[in-house]
């Protein structure tokens, strides 16, 4: 699956190899698909650590700014400043997981479902009441819709001055 932790910036190979030759990839992080990871420090070896780990398939990517928050009954968190959600591709198999979870509560009151189907509207809702939380306590979401949002008007501008 890969890395996937939320706090960390992936770079591209191409930035991996920029960084290397301006001096500037110590400190970045060799990046593992158990979510763990390891600091570049300044005598890395170039090809034992870097080019090894990639040849692996492995990855690299960057710390972002994190802030310290607090869910409605008090529990600490800590989020990445600006949560790009955009970042996460398709979240299909998070709203399959999420309707195991709705399934297990239907269980847990005699309840069954008729077919074999998530009822999506029920996932979209339990989804939303989760982003509400998160947002309440001040996760700063990033959706990705906005940009697009933003070039389709810029588009239909464009459009609109050659007719």
Not at 65 to 81: F, H, N
Not at 136 to 148: L, Q
Request: hydrophobic residues 40%; glycine residues 10%.
């Amino acid at each position: 699956m890969g890395y996937t932790w939320l706090g960390m910036q992936k770079l591209t190979w191409e930035e991996v190899l920029q960084r290397h030759e301006k001096g500037e990839l110590a400190g970045c992080f060799r990046l593992y698909d158990d979510n763990s990871e390891a600091m570049i420090d300044r005598g890395y070896d170039f090809a034992g650590d870097i080019l090894a780990h990639h040849k692996k398939g492995g990855e690299f990517g960057e710390d972002i700014d994190t802030v310290d928050l607090e869910l409605a009954d008090g529990k600490k968190i800590t989020a990445p400043a600006v949560v790009d959600v955009s970042a996460l591709g398709c979240m299909d198999e998070l709203e399959y997981e999420l309707w195991h979870v709705i399934e297990d509560y239907m269980v847990q009151f005699g309840i069954r479902t008729q077919d074999d189907e998530p009822d999506w509207a029920t996932v979209k809702a339990v989804q939303e009441s989760i982003l509400t939380a998160f947002t309440d306590a001040g996760v700063n979401f990033k959706f990705g819709y906005e940009e697009r949002v933003a070039q389709a008007i810029k588009q239909a501008r464009k459009d609109g001055e050659k007719v």
